[in-house]
T-cell receptor, first 113, second 118 residues
Framework: DADVTQTPRNRITKTGKRIMLECSQTKGHDRMYWYRQDPGLGLRLIYYSFDVKDINKGEISDGYSVSRQAQAKFSLSLESAIPNQTALYFC????????????FGPGTRLTVL | GNSVTQMEGPVTLSEEAFLTINCTYT??????LFWYVQYPGEGLQLLLK?????DKGSNKGFEATYRKETTSFHLEKGSVQVSDSAVYFC?????????????????FGQGTILTVHP
């Protein structure tokens, strides 16, 4: 079984809809991250969390919110999706023992029409 | 703030050719440096890393040396294979000084698409 899983893997939605992307991990890591990937821009950090009670904004948090329901679960929500949020979204995990190495999920491809 | 700049792609090579993908960075403190690889349809996976100046990371025939004087971490491979076709990302993570906390946030370059033909 994969250590970091994301659901759904693909989603097509319409402008104005609320969308939730989910991430689960079995690595036992405390730290979890959400990134979006756009062609030519690499990965940009949306939100990150160091434990269940800790949530921090990344460089592009506007239009997004997150929830850390448990150590193993970290969800990303788009309250009202817009077309420029069409992207590939990745969840990642790490902890102090991983020396800043992050472990990535397979990604969710989101299309907003 | 921190930033990473990679050579623009895409890069197209024939099998067994030599590969270099340039990466330079700007950072405060003493970052760790990483190369991640993304194969088609998959998430990113760590290829190699270096945590201090002059360290050389290596894996699967790829190498990169942490050069603090030139703020670079260029990726090299002596003989590429078709299976090396992927997107390669250079990244750095922040480190604070003694007594500080590394938050482990990664800053990525824009990625370089590598295609290797038989």
């Amino acid at each position: 079984d994969a250590d970091v899983t994301q659901t759904p893997r693909n989603r097509i939605t319409k402008t104005g809809k609320r969308i939730m992307l989910e991430c689960s991990q079995t690595k036992g890591h405390d730290r979890m991250y959400w990134y979006r990937q756009d062609p030519g821009l690499g990965l940009r950090l949306i939100y990150y969390s160091f434990d269940v009670k800790d949530i921090n904004k990344g460089e592009i948090s506007d239009g997004y919110s997150v929830s850390r329901q448990a150590q193993a679960k970290f969800s990303l929500s788009l309250e009202s999706a817009i077309p420029n949020q069409t992207a590939l979204y990745f969840c990642a995990t790490s902890d102090l023992t991983s020396n800043n190495e992050q472990f990535f999920g397979p990604g969710t491809r989101l299309t907003v029409l | 703030g921190n930033s990473v700049t990679q050579m623009e792609g895409p890069v197209t090579l024939s099998e067994e050719a030599f590969l270099t993908i340039n990466c330079t960075y700007t950072a405060t403190g003493y970052p760790s440096l990483f190369w991640y690889v993304q194969y088609p349809g998959e998430g990113l996976q760590l290829l190699l890393k270096a945590t201090k100046a002059d360290d050389k990371g290596s894996n699967k025939g790829f190498e990169a040396t942490y050069r603090k004087e030139t703020t670079s971490f260029h990726l090299e491979k002596g003989s590429v294979q078709v299976s090396d076709s992927a997107v390669y990302f250079c990244a750095l993570s922040d480190h604070l000084g003694a007594g500080g906390t590394s938050y482990g946030k990664l800053t990525f370059g824009q990625g370089t698409i590598l295609t290797v033909h038989p």
